[in-house]
């Protein structure tokens, strides 16, 4: 178990179909700017930025990973060790939906993830100031997706327009705390747990298993 101590560093990773905006909105995020004419990543990249919550600051390694198919086999590798997975789709894109199904699945095999609810996923709609008539995702369904796969932190957003950008990020990291804490309450509750079953070489058991083996 890791304590939220100060600066304590979290590895974030932003998965979702190639053109959902996950660069457009690690970089607002990280330094305020939006690209209208954002490249298409190869591999991954990464930047940090520091977020503070509750008086506790938290640096954040966010690993920004490409989306088409063709780059799998780059970015896989970069799963392990994370602490927080951004899932990402479009709004205005329901194959990019659909498909988060898809790539919670490709997260949890390379990085090895044996329960989900080990590891903070959040899931971000991005492109939220797309016209009504462009949007393909309601937010009751993106709530209602979450909801059928235990996932608790879910929120629209905007590159473009900054909406929701450092609430997506804040949001991600209470749920990592969240997660924490509970780990940290199960690891007190089995350290507390008494073994009855103990007996020689145990003075604080003796009396409980009624005879001793000597
Ligand atoms: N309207 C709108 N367009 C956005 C938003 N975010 C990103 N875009 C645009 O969507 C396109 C793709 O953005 P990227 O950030 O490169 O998408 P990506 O998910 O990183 O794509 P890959 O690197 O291929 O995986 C660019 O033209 C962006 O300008 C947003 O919030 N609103």
Same mark, same amino acid.
């Given at each position: 178990m890791r304590s939220a101590s100060k600066n304590t560093l979290l590895k974030v990773v932003i998965l979702g179909d190639g053109g959902v905006g996950k660069s457009c909105l690690m970089n607002r995020f990280v330094s305020n700017q939006f690209d209208e004419h954002s490249f298409h990543t190869i591999g991954v990249e990464f930047l940090n930025k520091d977020i503070e919550i509750d008086g506790e600051t938290y640096t954040l390694q966010i690993w920004d990973t490409a989306g088409q198919e063709r780059f799998k086999s780059l970015r896989t590798p970069f799963y392990r060790g994370s602490d927080i997975c951004i899932l990402t789709y479009a709004i205005d894109d329901k194959t990019s939906f659909n498909n988060l199904e898809m790539w919670r699945t490709e997260f949890s095999y390379y990085a090895d993830v044996k329960e989900n609810n080990q590891i903070p996923f959040i899931v971000v709609g991005n492109k939220s100031d797309v016209i009504a008539e462009e949007r393909e995702v309601s937010q009751l369904e993106m709530e209602t997706w979450c909801n059928e796969n235990g996932i608790t932190s879910c929120i629209e957003t905007s590159a473009k327009n900054a909406s929701n950008v450092q609430e997506a990020f804040k949001m991600a990291v209470q749920h990592w705390l969240r997660l924490e804490s509970r780990a940290d309450k199960n690891e007190t509750d089995i350290?507390?747990? @008494?073994?009855?079953?103990?007996? /020689?070489?145990?003075?604080?058991? /003796? $009396? $409980? @298993?009624?005879?001793?083996?000597d």
């Open positions: 350290n507390d747990t @008494v073994d009855l079953t103990k007996k /020689s070489g145990d003075n604080r058991m /003796s $009396c $409980c @298993v009624g005879s001793s083996d």
